[in-house]
C-alpha cells in the first residue's frame, strides 16, 4: 500500500539561496507526523512544493502513490490542507463554506450533505452551521477549516501550524482533536510547528533546521540520538547555529 506522503531528496533555492537541501521522509497513515523547525527552517517553502504553489526543480514528491508533477490532479484530490493564514470566506456561513469546498471537488447532492453533517458533528460546529465566520472564534474558525479539508476523504492532511494565534485552551483542544482525528480516520498527518508541547510520544517527528533534516524518528528516538534527556534538549542542539549534525 502507498505511503500517504513520501518526499525523495528534494531541493529548492530562492535565486542562488537554498532553502530544502535533499529532503527525504515517508509520512505513514494512523498518525502524526511533526514537521518541527524553528521559524525560517523551510517548513513553508516545503509545504509549497507539496501542494505545487512551487515547483520542485529535484527530487519527488508523491501523495498516496501519485507523483504531484506528473500527475497533479490525482496527487492533489487526495490531499486536504489547512494553510497557516485563513482562507475561509468570512461573509459566508460555516455550512456555505463547507458546500462551496463540496462543489470544488465535485461533491454534490445527497453525499455532499452526508460528509458535511458528519463533519459538523465531529467538530461540534453543528449548531453554528448557519453563523457567518466573522462571527467564531479563532478556534472555531480552525476547527471548520479542518473540518473542509476532510470533506472529500483526502489519504494525507496537510497543517502548516493550525493552531496559531489560538489562546491556550483554544489550542489544547485543537491538539488533542488532530491526534484523535489521526488514529481513528487512519490518514497520514503532516503538521508543522514550532511548539514542542504540541508533541505527543507516539508522533513521528522529523526537525528540520535551515533546510536540512536533522533527526528523525519517534521521540524516545529523536532524543536518543542527541544523547540528552528531554526532547527541549534535543530541538535546541538540533537547531544550534553551529550545530554539529549539518
Avoid at 467564531?136 to 489519504?155: D, K, N, Q
Avoid at 501550524?161 to 498527518?189: F, N, Y
Avoid at 542527541?226 to 549539518?246: G, I
Wanted: aromatic share 6%.
Amino acid at each position: 500500500m502507498n505511503a500517504p506522503l513520501e518526499i525523495e531528496n528534494v531541493g529548492f533555492a530562492y535565486g542562488k539561496k537554498p532553502t530544502l537541501d535533499e529532503i527525504a521522509f515517508t509520512v505513514p497513515e494512523g498518525r502524526c507526523t511533526l514537521l518541527l523547525g524553528p521559524n525560517g527552517a523551510g517548513k513553508t517553502t516545503l509545504f509549497n512544493l507539496i501542494t505545487r504553489l512551487f515547483d520542485s526543480p529535484t527530487g519527488r514528491i508523491r501523495i498516496a502513490g501519485f507523483d504531484n508533477r506528473k500527475h497533479p490532479r490525482r496527487a492533489l484530490a487526495r490531499m486536504g490542507v489547512v494553510f497557516q493564514q485563513p482562507t475561509l470566506d468570512l461573509d459566508l456561513s460555516v455550512l456555505q463554506n463547507l458546500r462551496y469546498h463540496a462543489a470544488l471537488h465535485g461533491l454534490g447532492g445527497r453525499e455532499a450533505r452526508d460528509r458535511i453533517e458528519t463533519e459538523l458533528e465531529r467538530f461540534g460546529l453543528r449548531e453554528y452551521r448557519k453563523s457567518k465566520i466573522r462571527s467564531l472564534s479563532g478556534g472555531y474558525r480552525r476547527r471548520v477549516e479542518i473540518a473542509r479539508a476532510l470533506l472529500h476523504r483526502p489519504t494525507l492532511l496537510l497543517l502548516d501550524e493550525p493552531t496559531v494565534g489560538l489562546d491556550i485552551p483554544s489550542r489544547q483542544a485543537l491538539v488533542r482533536h488532530l491526534h484523535q482525528l489521526a488514529r481513528e480516520q487512519t490518514i497520514g498527518v503532516l503538521w508543522a510547528t514550532h511548539l514542542l508541547d504540541e508533541v505527543a510520544p507516539t508522533d513521528e517527528l522529523i526537525v528540520l533546521h535551515k533546510g536540512k533534516v536533522r533527526a528523525t524518528g519517534v521521540v524516545a528516538e529523536v532524543i536518543r540520538q542527541t544523547q540528552v534527556e528531554t526532547l527541549t534538549e534535543a530541538f535546541q542542539m538540533l537547531t544550534e547555529e553551529k550545530a554539529a549534525w549539518a
